[in-house]
Structures are given as structure tokens and as C-alpha cells.
């Protein structure tokens, strides 16, 4: 009973660890979705330890495994009876399965975060070609696809903005558009306000 005890917290751990390693995304994404502005950066901390965290978690993963799978000696079972005796459901392979697919899913959330933001086709714009501006936001705290996704959406909502991309690599966002509709501060609010990043500076076209 105290080993199927210890095996469920290893199972939390990993499950634990594995949304430590992630809070850095899932923040940003979760702030635009639910509307909480400024939560972006609340856990930006974290993405330095980010692989090692992963790292751990699937070392947690791969230990309990092991210890599920491994052939139960002939000394370890203190009578017959016991090989027969169904496991309850939180000590079971279906259990383990469930916990590893949702600490992978955690893992992996920055690669698939987009899906969340993705919405009904645009009504197109009319816009004179001499509105049409360019212009690089230079964004301190992005650490992921996850945030990318934010700071794009964020971007994207604001009335007057065609286009925006952005990479946390580079820390830079490129927002195309009207110029008769919206301007710098517009896009500073947008992302320092909704999502919680630092603008550190922005410049008209492309960089």
C-alpha cells in the first residue's frame, strides 16, 4: 500500500513539475482568453529553468513507468492472493496514461497554442494606400510561440491594425496598418495593458 502511495505522488509530481515548465506559456494565452490583462510576464521567470523542468518531468514520467512495467519478483509478493487483486483505479496503467498524455500536453502547449486564437475570417478593409504603415515594436518578456500568439492577438484586436506578426526569439512584433486609425501608443497599450509585456521601444517600419 505505501509503495501504490508513493507511486500516486510521483504521478502528481510529474504532473506538478510538468505545469511549473509551463506557466511561462500558458499564462499569456490563458490572460487574452479570459480577459485578465498584464498577467503575461507574472511567471516569465521561470523560462530559464524551463528545460530543465521539462527534463525532470519526464525523468518522473519514465521512472513510474518503469515501475509499473517491471516484472514483480517472486519475493515481493507476500501471498498468491495479491497477484490477482484487481488495482484501483488511481494505481492503474490507465491512470499513469492519463497523467503522461496531460503532462505532455503541458509540455508542449506553446506549440499548438495558436489554436486558441484562431477566429472568423476578417470582414475586409478599405484602407488608402497612403495610410498603409509599417511598424517594429521592440517587446521585453516574450519567451515562447505562446507569447507570440498573445502579442499578436492583442495587436490584432485593435481596430485599425491589418496585419501582425511577431518572434520571442528576436523580441521584436511587426504590426501593418492604417495610420489614419491607430498609432504607437495604441500598440503599446495593447500589449503592455492586456498582455503584460514591456515595450521597450518601437520605430516605423521594419527592423
Given at each position: 500500500?505505501?509503495?501504490?502511495?508513493?507511486?500516486?505522488?510521483?504521478?502528481?509530481?510529474?504532473?506538478?513539475?510538468?505545469?511549473a515548465?509551463s506557466?511561462?506559456?500558458?499564462?499569456?494565452?490563458?490572460?487574452?482568453?479570459v480577459?485578465?490583462?498584464?498577467?503575461?510576464?507574472?511567471?516569465?521567470?521561470i523560462e530559464?529553468?524551463?528545460p530543465y523542468?521539462i527534463?525532470l518531468?519526464l525523468?518522473i514520467?519514465?521512472?513510474?513507468?518503469y515501475?509499473k512495467l517491471?516484472p514483480?519478483?517472486?519475493g515481493?509478493?507476500?501471498?498468491?492472493?495479491?497477484?490477482?487483486e484487481k488495482?484501483?483505479f488511481?494505481?492503474?496503467k490507465v491512470?499513469?496514461a492519463i497523467?503522461?498524455v496531460?503532462?505532455?500536453?503541458?509540455l508542449?502547449?506553446?506549440?499548438?497554442?495558436?489554436?486558441?486564437?484562431?477566429?472568423?475570417?476578417a470582414t475586409?478593409?478599405?484602407?488608402?494606400?497612403?495610410n498603409?504603415?509599417?511598424?517594429?515594436?521592440?517587446?521585453?518578456?516574450?519567451?515562447?510561440?505562446?507569447?507570440?500568439?498573445?502579442?499578436?492577438k492583442?495587436l490584432?484586436?485593435?481596430?485599425g491594425?491589418?496585419?501582425?506578426?511577431s518572434?520571442?526569439?528576436r523580441g521584436?512584433?511587426?504590426?501593418?496598418?492604417d495610420?489614419?486609425?491607430?498609432?504607437?501608443?495604441?500598440f503599446?497599450?495593447a500589449?503592455?495593458k492586456?498582455v503584460?509585456?514591456?515595450?521597450?521601444?518601437i520605430?516605423?517600419g521594419?527592423?
Amino acid at each position: 500500500m505505501e509503495d501504490k502511495s508513493a507511486s500516486n505522488k510521483t504521478l502528481w509530481a510529474a504532473l506538478l513539475v510538468g505545469t511549473a515548465a509551463s506557466l511561462c506559456c500558458l499564462t499569456p494565452v490563458l490572460g487574452i482568453l479570459v480577459g485578465i490583462g498584464g498577467i503575461a510576464s507574472i511567471f516569465s521567470w521561470i523560462e530559464p529553468a524551463r528545460p530543465y523542468l521539462i527534463a525532470l518531468t519526464l525523468g518522473i514520467l519514465a521512472f513510474a513507468w518503469y515501475k509499473k512495467l517491471k516484472p514483480v519478483r517472486g519475493g515481493e509478493i507476500e501471498c498468491a492472493c495479491e497477484t490477482d487483486e484487481k488495482p484501483a483505479f488511481w494505481h492503474s496503467k490507465v491512470f499513469l496514461a492519463i497523467i503522461s498524455v496531460a503532462a505532455v500536453l503541458l509540455l508542449t502547449f506553446p506549440s499548438y497554442s495558436g489554436i486558441f486564437f484562431r477566429s472568423a475570417k476578417a470582414t475586409p478593409l478599405i484602407i488608402e494606400k497612403e495610410n498603409i504603415a509599417m511598424a517594429t515594436l521592440s517587446i521585453q518578456g516574450m519567451t515562447c510561440s505562446g507569447c507570440e500568439q498573445s502579442v499578436n492577438k492583442a495587436l490584432k484586436d485593435k481596430p485599425g491594425v491589418i496585419e501582425s506578426s511577431s518572434d520571442h526569439l528576436r523580441g521584436l512584433a511587426w504590426v501593418k496598418y492604417d495610420k489614419s486609425r491607430i498609432g504607437f501608443e495604441e500598440f503599446r497599450n495593447a500589449v503592455e495593458k492586456t498582455v503584460g509585456y514591456k515595450v521597450i521601444d518601437i520605430q516605423g517600419g521594419m527592423k
